[in-house]
């Protein structure tokens, strides 16, 4: 019984197989999956043929992207720009920067009233209803439309609203760690 290796490469490696450059998206039961650096195809590469394609000339595997300059790509589910997204999608990327935007202007002002250069947002800081009120505030000017304290109950709405105040941990504090995408409207 012939075992097949399977390698343990990091998401949003750049690897270049049988003259097609792709990205590795995650490692499933039964291969790769990747998506296509020239078309944005979502593929999976059995384990066997991965191995076969390793042997031919002219393949090659970077394994520093994910580490260097791979973020927006994987952020955005593959697509290089946001301008690739659907307009749908451009709108809630825009409600986030908005929301990112105002919450690096509601540290810098705790900052400065508390006079600690050091204090970043926390969870706890972004439940005061203050300090909502206040991103909120700001948000909509930036974003241009109506946001709500809290969102409405259900489904999929068409109004905007700000998240369950627990989440601003997962969703908002990650993006505003990164604010050289979260700012950057390429990302």
């Not at 075992?3 to 270049?16: C, D, I, N, Q, S």
């Not at 970043?120 to 000017?141: P, Q, W």
């Not at 709405?157 to 760690?177: N, Q, V």
Request: charge should be positive; hydrophobic fraction near 35%.
């Amino acid at each position: 019984m012939n075992m097949v290796p399977r390698y343990h490469f990091a998401a949003g490696t750049e690897l270049t197989l049988h003259a097609r450059r792709v990205v590795l998206n995650s490692q499933t039961e039964v291969g790769y999956e990747t998506v296509s650096l020239e078309d944005g195809t979502v593929s999976v590469i059995p384990f066997q043929h991965f191995l076969d394609y390793l042997a031919l000339p002219g393949s090659k595997i970077d394994t520093l992207l994910p580490q260097t300059g791979n973020r927006a790509t994987r952020r955005l589910g593959g697509h290089t720009t946001a301008r690739a997204l659907t307009k749908n999608q451009q709108e809630v990327g825009r409600f986030h920067v908005a929301l990112c935007q105002a919450m690096l202007l509601l540290r810098d002002q705790i900052r400065r009233e508390s006079d600690d250069p050091t204090f970043e947002l926390s969870g706890d800081a972004m439940n005061r209803r203050e300090n909502r009120k206040f991103v909120k505030d700001i948000a909509e000017s930036i974003f241009g439309q109506k946001i709500y304290l809290a969102r409405g109950r259900g489904g999929k709405s068409t109004t905007w609203g700000m998240y369950k105040p627990g989440l601003f941990t997962e969703i908002e504090l990650d993006w505003l760690r990164a604010p050289e995408c979260a700012l950057e409207s390429s990302c």
